[in-house]
């Protein structure tokens, strides 16, 4: 898994932030209970000291340290059970001031050893979830939402299929796709007209796999070339461009839309080939959604591009009525 550098340490800030607010509502807690029953406040002062009086006592009690110590172990069993006392008397539970960690298993460092935090690990997750909120409408685009009735039951003669059976057969690809993803996972093309739900499938697998913990990219394919224009000729914000590219570059998963509408240079060829196939050196999986047919790649793109496109991607075919109409039409 390719962990964001930027979302790990605002993970770990939040965690930070989130233990020094713990730390002073326990100080709060203290002062309001100590003010209440100075007497508390006594019992907390002498058990802390604890420690250093066990020292003390091995060092003069002349050899007896057993003894001392378990002296001091009653005497701090009993002001332990005379605080929990206090506290119950002010309808507080026992533990009321007791400080304890926001994550068990850490004790709020944010380490489980040397490894990264089952709770760090979910804060990540839900930031990526943000993060990738802000680009794709994941919360009303996803598996739950999506809705086969739209699609027409009418078989298409030409395939033999009606476009619910293909989209039925097409949602279960991709939801498996999703519930399975690893660095292992095939690459996806998505092709076919406009409105057929593309996006909308590569929004539920994008919602899916982050929540996962997954690190997603999504992007047009015109905004990508922009970004790297932007790096090679220095036309615009460089260093958001690059931030946009290391996350294109890096991603466990890159969604690339609308590929066939950019510009058909020289350089927007050059610039999607390298990006394409340095993901595919490195396994990196990616979704591809075009309304080119695959016979039309081609025409629009280098052979090499073609035939990575063709012979590295698993193929899915939308095809039917623009869904976008459909639902405007039943408004």
């Given amino acids: 898994m390719a962990y964001d550098k930027k979302l790990v340490a605002a993970a770990r800030r939040e965690l930070e932030r989130d233990r020094a607010m713990r730390t002073e509502e326990m100080e709060e807690r203290r002062r309001a209970v100590y003010a209440r029953e100075p007497r508390i406040r006594a019992i907390d002062r002498e058990l802390s000291t604890t420690a250093a009086a066990v020292l003390r006592a091995a060092l003069t009690s002349g050899g007896d340290t057993e003894a001392a110590i378990a002296q001091l172990r009653d005497r701090n069993l009993a002001l332990q ?40 690990k979910k804060r990540y997750a839900r930031l990526l979830k943000e993060q990738l909120s802000a680009a794709l409408p994941i919360q009303d685009q996803n598996f739950s939402t999506f809705r086969l009735d739209l699609y027409s039951p009418r078989v298409d003669a030409r395939l033999a299929l ?8 097409n949602l279960f690809q991709c939801q498996d796709y999703a519930n399975h993803f690893s660095k292992d996972s095939a690459n996806l093309l998505f092709y076919g007209s406009t409105g057929l739900g593309k996006t909308f499938l590569s929004t539920c697998i994008a919602e899916a796999v982050s929540a996962r913990g997954f690190s997603v990219a999504y992007d047009t394919a015109i905004n990508i070339v922009a970004a790297y224009e932007t790096i090679k000729f220095g036309n615009g914000d460089g260093e958001t461009a690059a931030e946009r590219v290391a996350r294109y570059e890096r991603a466990d998963l890159l969604i690339i839309d609308d590929m066939g509408t950019e510009m058909g240079t020289a350089f927007t060829v050059s610039a999607l080939y390298n990006l394409i196939n340095n993901r595919l050196m490195a396994k990196r999986p990616m979704i591809i959604n075009t309304n080119l047919m695959p016979d039309m790649l081609s025409e629009k793109y280098s052979p090499a591009v ?12 939308f095809f039917g009525d ?5 639902k405007k039409k039943r408004l």
Avoid: W
């Fill in 81 to 120: 059970e005379e605080r929990a006392h206090l506290l119950g008397a002010l309808g507080l539970p026992a533990d009321y001031l007791t400080d304890k960690p926001l994550c068990a298993q850490c004790g709020d460092t944010g380490y489980n050893g040397s490894a990264m935090c089952e709770c760090v």
């Fill in 162 to 169: 009606s476009p619910r059976e293909n989209m039925e057969d």
């Fill in 306 to 317: 073609a035939s990575r496109l063709r012979g590295e991607f698993k193929q899915l075919r």
């Fill in 322 to 326: 623009d869904i976008r109409l459909m």
